[in-house]
Structures are given as C-alpha cells and as structure tokens.
C-alpha cells in the first residue's frame, strides 16, 4: 500500500501539529500552569466512624423484594451476569438461613418454618476485624480507617486468591475471564473490572461521596438500614437495641458489621 | 563449571530435548491462560485455589527437605552423606524455583507480581513467604555453587561459608513452616486450622524428599560414573521410614480430634476427601490410592530385610512419594474448600490446560536439577570420585 503526495502531506501536516501541541502541553506542565485537582470532600457526603447495615428479614416478603435490591446493585456497580456458577461474580445474593447461619442451624433445627424456608440477603459484611485485609500481601484490599469499609483497589490486587481463601463468607469473587462481555447494560459512572482481579461490595463508597445512601438501602424500600455503628442516636443503632438481631459467623471474631434482625419490637 | 552441562552424551540430550518438549507445551497453554484468564483451569469461586498452589506446597517440602542430609553430614559430621550433600542442596534449588513458578502461574495478573514487593505487607503471610523462599533458594545456590567449585580447585570450602550452611540449616524449616501458616491461620477453614499443620507439612516433607533423593541418587549410580554410596542411601531410606511413620501418626491425630470431638465442621473436608459427601467423591479415588501406597510403603520400609534391598527401597519410595504427592499436592488444597463458606459442594478436577502447564514448570525444574546435577557429577567424576572435605 503507497502513499500518495497529498496524503504523505497530511500525515506530516497533522504530525507536526500534534508535536507542536505536545510540546505546548509539556511547557504549561512544566510551568505549573496545570495543577493536579485539589481534593475536597463534596459537602453531600455521608460520614461516619464506623458504617453498618441491618437487614430487618420481616420486610422482605415476595421474591420481588430481594430481586430489586440485588438488581440496583448489580445493574450500577457493572457487575457480569455470569450464568456459570464456577465463575459467577456476585456482591449482593441470597442463600438459604441453614447456608448463612450454619452455627445457629447446628444449635436448633427445630427452628421456626418461616426461617428455615427464607431467603437471606448476604453481601461483604464489612467486619471490624476482616480476615481478607489480615492476608492481602498487597494492600489491594483494606480497611478504609475513617469509616470501617473494607475496600478493594482493582488496580492493585494481583489475583492471589488469598482474600478469597480467607474471607469466611464467601464474599468475594474472582475474574476468571474478561467480565465485559456478560455486563448487560453498562453504567459508564461505574469502573468496569478486567479479568484476573477480585471484587467485592464496596458498600457504595461511590455513593456515600455524593450523599447517597448504599443503592441495596434505597432500593430496600425500608427493609435495610445503613447508619453509623458508632453513634448510639443513630437509627441503625436505634433499630438494633429494640429488636433481636444476629450477624453471621460472629464466633469467629471478624465482627461483622451486616446484622439480621429477626424478631419484632 | 557450568561448561559442563553443555557436553553430554545422547541420552542426555534426548532427555533435555524431551523436558523442552514439556515446556514448550506447557508455555503454549500458559499463553492461553494468560490471554483467556484462569478460567481455562478447573477453579472456581468455590475452591480458588488448585493443581498450582498444592503443587506449590508439596514442592515446598521437597525444597526443605534438602536439610536432611545437610544437617547430619555439616552437624553431626555424618561422613556417609558427603557425596550426597550436593544432590540435596542441588534438588533444593529447582525445588525452590518451581515454588515460585507455580505461584507466578496461579496469579490473576502475573504482570503485578512486583506489587508484593512494591507495597510490602507485613501482615500478610504471603510476603513472609516470598521473603524466606527468596532467601532459601539464596543460600542453596551460594552454598551448593561454593562448596562444588572449591570441591573442583581441590580446595578447602571458604570458611565463611559455615555460616550461610548453618543459617541453611535453620532456614529449611521456616519456609515449610510458613507456607502451614499460609493455610492454618484462615478462619472457617476448619480442615487447614490446626496447629499441627505445619509439624505435619514438615513430617511428610522429609518423607517426600529424601525418598525423591533415594530414586535420584539411584539414577545418577546407574547412569554416571558417581555413586553417591549405599550407606548413605540406606540412611535416606531411614529417614524416609521414620518421616513416613511420623507422618501417618499425624493424620492419626487429626482424625481424632476431628472426630472424637464430634464438631461438624472439623470432619466434612476428611469425609469428603475419603468417602464422599452428599454423592459428592471426585477425589475419593485418588485418596484411597495414596493411603493404599502408604501402607505398601511402610510394609516395605518398617521391615529392615526389604528395606535393605535396593529395588524394594526403590519401590517404597516411589509410593512414598506418590502417595504424599496426592496427599498435598492435591487433596490438601481442594479438600480445605469443601464444603464452601456456605456448606455447599463445588467440585474441582484440573483442566487439560492446567494440568499441561503444571507438567511444564515440573520440567522446567527437572530441566534446572538434570543441569545442576550434571555439573555435579561432571566434577566428580573429574576428579575421580575421592571423598571429599566440605
């Protein structure tokens, strides 16, 4: 394939200005002309010492309750619809009570039918005392120290699969091949993940900058409440001291931070 | 000296050309992977770790287990073992290199890899690791290379070189020891938290290694001049019967507790692993082979008459070494998955992909040990075989 004059002219039209602009751009660098963006906490944003979430299991009654709850999740944060089981990534799904709370179904299998027969919402539960963080050989996954959210830098994990291996939960999920494909309606707000990294919920840090609150809460229509466990006035704090609730695997000492609440006031 | 890897005679080089072979395969389906990602291997969200992390851990042992003929031959001036110290610290080094190759191999961004040492976490016991693997293959390389060349020059080793031999002594069971660590500190991984994890990795790690270095030493008496002697082979074989034995009594242990205790979740990986559970028994086969060459293997060692007998030593080794080889470098990893977090059952079986890139780092470590230990021999059969004086 030749180039023609005309052509050759173009490309060497077209370069020199590029190299002329690129030398610009270097220059008002150089000059400090343009500075990195000052960091300011947006004035919206939600701020607490210690975040948490309580799921009351009364409020979610049809299928249709879980369903919109997992759907604004998964339909903001870019998450695949994988259908291969092996290699499905999931942040926020249900499981069975025996599944989700395997100790307290050891001690009464004689337990109410409503339970046994209930789904549970689980998610990351963003413990106090996260196993994953402990394991992590590169700081991909941490403890956000001004709030407890157990975050996941993407850019920086490795793929070791040691948080995996350490989280009791089985929170986490691993790219085995490229997600992009299987992301059915793209959220260009979101970061998309590649292969080969593992994520989690983020509890919508995301959100939580801007104002929000987590989208499981706001799709919850009330059956989940997000407040700062720290604060004894807050609602989460509130809602937790009037009814009976439990978290899963506390024996295990990451104190959790996603509570059940089973019973009534 | 290492000219002398590079004449040989045809069975030699048909058996380096055969390990390129293996590699090139290998490198090919790892080509695949890095493109594809893992998911051409047989993990899962389940059990995310597989073939390439309990090929890891078994090659661990085999790399510490160098120090069970370093140890009585610089410790205890356990003249036997002097000219077979060198295949022992030269088994470590490609032992020691296929570790890190398996890691490489398992990661989701290998190009990251650096990120370890870039952001150094010292709470993490994956960073201990790297730095006592690290170290380990260090000193077997300084301490190997050193006492061959000066073996070569006819020459006392330097005397500075007794430290590092000391500190290799030391060193061998740290990183046995914190590779258990890597698995017996996880919560709800109830089939790896045991503190005898790591006495256990460290038993059938000495079991394991000296019965390779029994079939090693066996292969280069019949393919070279060198012979690395019969009293020091029927010391290995020693070695081998009492690991082996202590190594069983372990399991015994866990079995115990497991299940005098009665506590569900300390027993359905062990049920799994040997029965099935719930339908669920992939793994069951290959569980009761390895116990069914266990006990051919103690059969053959525990009686001194067999043992004594080099073909039946042969035999026993190799079952040693298969036999554990299932043990750890299958079932251990896989079986600490199931059930998952959430007691339910994801098989695992490696893929073709996984299997073929697994069989190229282990050529890739044949290929290192076939080199090192020609060098070795190349040398002793140069200056003809006599004793020698670390």
Redesign the interface.
């Known amino acids: 394939m030749g180039i023609n004059r005309r052509d050759f002219l173009k490309i060497a039209g077209i370069s020199t200005l590029a190299s002329i602009g690129g030398a610009a751009g270097l220059t008002l660098i150089k000059s400090g002309a343009i500075e990195a963006a000052q960091y300011i906490d947006d004035p919206r944003a939600l701020k607490a010492k210690r975040w948490g979430i309580a799921i009351d299991i009364n409020k979610f009654k049809t299928p249709e309750d879980y369903k919109r709850v997992m759907n604004a999740c998964h339909t903001i944060h870019n998450v695949p619809e994988i259908n291969n ?4 990534i ?1 942040w926020i799904w249900t ?1 069975s009570y ?3 709370f ?1 100790s307290q179904e ?1 001690a009464n299998p004689y337990i109410q039918d409503h339970l046994k027969k209930k789904p549970f919402l689980v998610l990351c539960n963003h413990c106090d005392n996260p ?1 994953c ?8 996954t941490y403890k956000r120290e001004s709030d407890g959210i157990v975050m996941m830098d993407m850019h ?7 948080c ?7 929170a986490r ?6 997600p992009r494909p299987f992301i059915k309606k793209l959220n260009p707000e979101f970061p998309t993940r ?5 994520e989690k919920c983020t509890l919508c840090y995301e959100k939580l900058a801007i104002g929000l609150k987590p989208a499981c809460v706001e799709a919850s229509n009330g059956g989940m409440y997000f407040g700062d466990l720290s604060d004894p006035n807050s609602d989460i704090r509130k809602v937790l001291a009037s009814h009976y609730s439990i978290r899963r ?1 506390a024996e ?3 104190t959790p931070c996603v509570f059940y609440i089973i019973g009534g006031q | 000296m290492l000219e002398t890897a590079f004449k040989g005679s045809r069975i030699y080089w048909a058996w380096v050309l055969f390990l390129l072979v293996i590699i090139g395969i290998g490198f090919i389906f790892y080509l695949r992977q890095f493109i594809i990602g893992l998911g051409v291997t047989g993990m899962s969200r389940d059990v995310s770790w597989g073939f390439y992390i309990s090929q890891f851990t078994f090659l661990v042992g085999i790399a510490a287990s160098g120090v069970m003929v370093v140890l009585p031959y610089y410790l205890h001036n356990y003249k036997a073992f002097g000219k077979i110290t060198i295949l022992g610290e030269f088994l470590a080094i490609p032992a020691v290199i296929m570790c890190m190759l398996f890691i490489f191999v398992d990661l989701g961004q290998p190009l990251r890899v650096l990120n370890v040492i870039l952001y150094p976490t010292l709470n993490s016991v994956m960073f201990y690791d790297m730095v006592v693997l690290g170290g380990y293959l260090f000193l077997n390389v300084l301490v190997g290379w050193s006492a061959l060349s000066s073996e070569r020059k006819g020459i006392a080793p330097p005397k500075w070189l007794k430290f590092f031999i000391i500190l290799s002594i030391i060193w061998a069971p740290s990183i046995h020891t914190v590779t258990a660590f890597l698995y017996s500190g996880l919560p709800g991984k109830y089939f790896w938290m045991s503190a005898l994890l790591a006495a256990q990795f460290l038993a059938s790690a000495f079991a394991s290694g000296p019965s390779l270095l029994i079939l090693l030493a066996l292969i280069v008496r019949k393919f070279t001049k060198f012979d690395p002697g019969q009293e020091a082979i029927q010391a290995l074989g020693k070695i081998v019967t009492y690991f082996m034995l202590t190594s069983v009594f372990f399991l015994g242990l866990k079995l115990f507790t497991s299940f005098y205790s009665g506590i569900p979740a300390y027993s359905h990986s062990i049920i799994y692993l040997y029965a099935g559970l719930d339908d669920y028994n992939k793994l069951v086969p290959i569980m009761w082979i390895s116990n069914i060459l266990t006990v051919i293997a103690l059969v053959l060692l525990v009686i001194p008459q067999l043992r004594k007998n080099e073909l039946l030593l042969a035999i026993a080794s190799v079952c040693v070494f298969f036999a554990l080889w299932i043990d750890k470098g299958f079932g251990l990893i896989v079986g600490g998955f199931v059930p998952n977090s959430f007691k339910q059952i994801t098989e695992y079986w490696p893929t073709l992909p996984e299997m073929s890139i697994t069989l190229g780092v282990w050529a890739i470590g044949f290929l290192i040990l076939t080199i090192l230990y020609k060098i070795a021999v190349s040398i002793r059969e140069e200056i003809g075989n006599v004793d020698v004086h670390h």
Do not use: Q
């Open positions: 089981p092996k290699e499905e999931k499981e025996e599944h989700s395997s050891y196993p963080v402990r394991v992590c050989p590169t700081k991909a920086r994990c490795i793929g070791c699969r040691f995996m291996a350490g989280c009791p939960y089985g999920s691993f790219n085995w091949r490229d590649m292969k080969g990294v593992v695997k295990l000492g990451t």
